[in-house]
């Protein structure tokens, strides 16, 4: 009898711990004032993979290259990410004078977007406007289309 309670209150307790963690993978940003998220970019994704924030919140993503080849990060609509892949898709393979590849356009001076090297980590600001729904993607080849995106939902 005393061990079952204490196997009662054990599983009670993991239960309560299971749920407390979750999966790791969705971050609720619910202070208005800012933010600051880490983001690990590993192989072909972000973790978290799912971010919920408030319209108007200003949050700063510190993203942490943990894998083995440049990672970037692309924040902007479902339009502007399909966009940026296509013209990503149009430069690969393009070569410049050298015979090194050309910039393959990752907007590294927008504010919206960074690239990422190995082992680095990289910070961008970004204040959501409105209510909605926003991507942050790698375009590296193949990356997005593999799934490495941050669903950003906007409330």
């Known amino acids: 009898m005393k061990h079952q309670r204490a196997l009662g209150a054990l599983v009670a307790l993991l239960v309560v711990?299971?749920?407390?963690?979750?999966?790791?993978?969705t971050a609720d940003m619910s202070n208005p004032d800012g933010?600051?998220?880490?983001?690990?970019?590993?192989?072909?994704?972000f973790r978290p993979s799912r971010l919920?924030?408030?319209?108007g919140q200003e949050v700063t993503f510190r993203f942490r290259n943990d894998g083995k080849v440049v990672h970037e990060a692309i924040v902007g609509t479902a339009e502007e990410q399909a966009e940026h892949e296509a013209e990503m898709n149009d430069q690969a393979g393009e070569k410049d004078d050298d015979g090194d590849m050309t910039s393959m356009g990752h907007g590294s001076s927008?504010?919206?977007?960074l690239s990422v090297?190995?082992?680095e980590t990289?910070?961008?600001t970004h204040t959501f406007e409105e209510a909605g729904e926003?991507?942050?993607?790698?375009?590296?080849?193949?990356?997005?289309e593999a799934g490495m995106k941050i669903d950003v939902a906007v409330t």
């Not at 919920?52 to 319209?55: A, C, D």
């Open 117 to 119: 090297e190995p082992g």
């Open 134 to 144: 926003l991507l942050i993607g790698c375009h590296e080849p193949d990356h997005y």
């Open 35 to 45: 933010e600051v998220v880490t983001v690990n970019m590993v192989d072909n994704a």
């Open 52 to 55: 919920e924030v408030k319209s």
């Open 122 to 124: 990289g910070e961008l």
């Open 17 to 25: 711990g299971a749920a407390a963690c979750g999966d790791g993978e």
């Open 110 to 113: 927008d504010d919206d977007a």
